[in-house]
């Protein structure tokens, strides 16, 4: 009976170990998904800055088009000493052009970003909360065989007397 207790004993205790190391590892695993979720947020801030960027090359864009074309008039106005003033003018036109379609498809590709960023930080919040409960219900575990095996303990001690 001693040597079944003792077998009882060192098995509970082997479990123990177990739990406890679940228990660092949900830890760990808690530490990592707030390293995550920090520098998901950084970049969706760094996304954001992005699109303050776009917006004002963007209007950047649009000030060389009200330019080009102004430009244009004039070059008209000139007749034929405006003609290689209006091939510039019209360069700037399709430049700024170009430069409004650059930054709109940039700023398309970040707010795709963002939202998949979202999605992400959603996940990573999810994650959290399972892991959270993950180590409580070890911790539970945990406590509940450590009295297991405080009572293993009592009986061997009491058939080690009789």
């Given at each position: ?69 102004n430009a244009s008039i004039e070059a008209a106005h000139a ?50 909360s399972l892991t959270e409960a993950q180590a409580a219900l ?25």
């Amino acid at each position: 009976m001693n040597l079944q207790m003792e077998g009882l004993l060192s098995a509970i205790s082997e479990i123990v170990q177990g739990i406890v190391s679940v228990t660092e590892q949900a830890q760990d695993m808690l530490e990592v998904q707030e390293q995550s979720h920090k520098a998901a947020t950084e970049v969706k801030v760094k996304a954001n800055e992005t699109k303050e960027i776009t917006q004002f090359i963007s209007e950047v864009s649009n000030q060389t088009s009200l330019l080009g074309l102004n430009a244009s008039i004039e070059a008209a106005h000139a007749g034929e000493y405006g003609r290689g003033f209006s091939i510039v003018a019209t360069e700037v036109r399709k430049l700024a052009d170009h430069s409004k379609t650059a930054s709109n498809s940039i700023e398309k590709t970040m707010q795709e970003m963002n939202e998949r960023i979202d999605h992400i930080l959603t996940k990573i919040n999810s994650m959290s909360s399972l892991t959270e409960a993950q180590a409580a219900l070890t911790e539970e575990v945990n406590a509940s065989v450590e009295e297991v095996s405080t009572m293993s303990e009592e009986l061997l001690s009491i058939l080690r007397t009789l």
